[in-house]
């Protein structure tokens, strides 16, 4: 056993967290308060090189291992809950893209998307379908050399700032969750309509519906063999599942850092606030949760770069971290008093954005069916 990270890994952390404090960090409620698209940011970390960590260098990515892909989520969500989605979305994306799209796709879209030059975007969930994903009503008709893609997608994240989206789609309607294909959807054709939401939180990166009517796309924007799409995704999210956990973790982390500082400064009763371990013992407790909390994590994205089973694990980390980043973030704003309720400091976006990802990519009740089956056995599900 070997609880350190690698010289590259410590290294790349190191700046990314010197960037997340100095360049993310001080303009996190700007871009809320304002619900504008971070695209200044987006370029940065373009610069840095950190939207393309998983994708192969051929096609201009940094070919990073998925401990450090994580490590760069939790330092960039210490600065920006939202930016981390740019890592987030081209490690889920560039994942699916990169193993079984065309070559023609990868060479226009994932080199693209590495330099910071397109945003893609996740196009599952349906007004009828979000846990229950695979009872999608999209669908794609197979016509000459084309699909014709008709449907209505809704709650995806960063759709107002995306070119392209992956969309689900069903192929073969009678095939449940086998007919289900992934095509690579650009967002400026003829018959698209997006729609925004006024979300509670993560309002710079706006989430949305897309609408899909008798959208013309070329054969080879099927990503993968016709009905794999389902499969495909799964797997993915076997992966982002863990860098949310990492992005939760890395947002409570922060806050509890500045908490521990606020407590040293504000005196109450006569004494500084650190000094009651009715404060203090709260918050070591919250570091104590996170640090084991992180630990599964790195342990989940260990066990994939081996290539060894970790579906159990990272269902593990997406339904708890964000739980406990909530919980630890809601004591931190308590904590603060009445200061941790105005938008002077970040605590009340952080506690609004991090919910979000209590629900997306999969909820807590999602996650303990897949931990069920996979201890239980499949003959146990209920459904
Ligand atoms: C911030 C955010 C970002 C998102 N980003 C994307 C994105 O980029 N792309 C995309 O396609 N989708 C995205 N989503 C959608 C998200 O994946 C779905 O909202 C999620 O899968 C849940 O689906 P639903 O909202 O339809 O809830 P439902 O399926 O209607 O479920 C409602 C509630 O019932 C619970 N429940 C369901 N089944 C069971 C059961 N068997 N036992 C117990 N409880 C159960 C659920 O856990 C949930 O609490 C996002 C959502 C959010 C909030």
């Given at each position: 056993?070997?609880?350190?990270?690698?010289?590259?890994?410590?290294?790349?952390?190191?700046?990314?967290?010197?960037?997340?404090?100095?360049?993310?960090?001080?303009?996190?409620?700007?871009?809320?308060?304002?619900?504008?698209?971070?695209?200044?940011?987006?370029?940065?970390?373009?610069?840095?090189?950190?939207?393309?960590?998983?994708?192969?260098?051929?096609?201009?990515?940094?070919?990073?291992?998925?401990?450090?892909?994580?490590?760069?989520?939790?330092?960039?969500?210490?600065?920006?809950?939202?930016?981390?989605?740019?890592?987030?979305?081209?490690?889920?994306?560039?994942?699916?893209?990169?193993?079984?799209?065309?070559?023609?796709?990868?060479?226009?879209?994932?080199?693209?998307?590495?330099?910071?030059?397109?945003?893609?975007?996740?196009?599952?969930?349906?007004?009828?379908?979000?846990?229950?994903?695979?009872?999608?009503?999209?669908?794609?008709?197979?016509?000459?050399?084309?699909?014709?893609?008709?449907?209505?997608?809704?709650?995806?994240?960063?759709?107002?700032?995306?070119?392209?989206?992956?969309?689900?789609?069903?192929?073969?309607?009678?095939?449940?969750?086998?007919?289900?294909?992934?095509?690579?959807?650009?967002?400026?054709?003829?018959?698209i309509t997006l729609q925004s939401y006024p979300d509670m939180g993560s309002k710079a990166i706006v989430r949305g519906s897309l609408f899909l009517d008798d959208i013309v796309i070329p054969e080879e924007n099927l990503i993968g063999q016709e009905g794999g799409g389902f499969i495909q995704v799964m797997q993915?999210?076997?992966?982002?599942?863990?860098?949310?956990?990492?992005?939760?973790?890395?947002?409570?982390?922060?806050?509890?850092?500045?908490?521990?500082?606020?407590?040293?400064?504000?005196?109450?009763?006569?004494?500084?606030?650190?000094?009651?371990?009715?404060?203090?013992?709260?918050?070591?407790?919250?570091?104590?949760?996170?640090?084991?909390?992180?630990?599964?994590?790195?342990?989940?994205?260990?066990?994939?770069?081996?290539?060894?089973?970790?579906?159990?694990?990272?269902?593990?980390?997406?339904?708890?971290?964000?739980?406990?980043?909530?919980?630890?973030?809601?004591?931190?704003?308590?904590?603060?008093?009445?200061?941790?309720?105005?938008?002077?400091?970040?605590?009340?976006?952080?506690?609004?954005?991090?919910?979000?990802?209590?629900?997306?990519?999969?909820?807590?009740?999602?996650?303990?069916?897949?931990?069920?089956?996979?201890?239980?056995?499949?003959?146990?599900?209920?459904?």
């Amino acid at each position: 056993m070997d609880f350190r990270f690698n010289d590259v890994q410590e290294s790349m952390a190191k700046v990314v967290r010197n960037f997340a404090n100095k360049v993310l960090l001080p303009q996190y409620g700007y871009w809320d308060q304002k619900e504008e698209f971070p695209y200044e940011q987006w370029a940065k970390m373009a610069e840095l090189d950190l939207l393309g960590l998983r994708v192969s260098e051929r096609y201009g990515g940094q070919e990073a291992d998925c401990v450090t892909a994580g490590l760069i989520a939790e330092e960039i969500a210490r600065g920006d809950f939202n930016c981390a989605y740019g890592v987030l979305m081209t490690c889920l994306v560039g994942d699916i893209i990169e193993r079984f799209a065309t070559e023609k796709i990868k060479n226009n879209w994932l080199s693209k998307m590495a330099k910071g030059e397109k945003i893609i975007c996740i196009a599952l969930t349906e007004p009828q379908a979000g846990c229950d994903a695979a009872a999608l009503n999209a669908r794609a008709v197979k016509k000459e050399d084309s699909y014709v893609l008709n449907g209505e997608k809704s709650a995806i994240s960063l759709l107002r700032a995306s070119d392209a989206a992956v969309v689900f789609a069903k192929t073969d309607p009678a095939a449940g969750a086998r007919g289900i294909s992934a095509f690579l959807v650009p967002l400026d054709l003829p018959g698209i309509t997006l729609q925004s939401y006024p979300d509670m939180g993560s309002k710079a990166i706006v989430r949305g519906s897309l609408f899909l009517d008798d959208i013309v796309i070329p054969e080879e924007n099927l990503i993968g063999q016709e009905g794999g799409g389902f499969i495909q995704v799964m797997q993915a999210f076997d992966y982002s599942r863990v860098i949310i956990a990492l992005m939760c973790l890395g947002a409570a982390q922060i806050t509890i850092e500045e908490t521990v500082e606020y407590v040293k400064q504000r005196s109450v009763f006569g004494k500084p606030l650190a000094k009651f371990e009715g404060i203090s013992f709260p918050l070591v407790e919250w570091l104590t949760r996170l640090e084991a909390a992180r630990w599964l994590c790195y342990r989940a994205l260990w066990l994939r770069d081996q290539e060894l089973p970790h579906t159990k694990e990272a269902a593990m980390c997406k339904w708890l971290c964000p739980e406990l980043a909530v919980a630890a973030i809601h004591e931190c704003l308590l904590i603060h008093g009445h200061y941790g309720y105005t938008r002077e400091f970040p605590i009340e976006q952080r506690m609004r954005d991090v919910i979000g990802l209590q629900i997306g990519d999969g909820t807590a009740q999602v996650q303990k069916i897949i931990i069920s089956r996979e201890v239980f056995g499949r003959e146990f599900l209920p459904y």
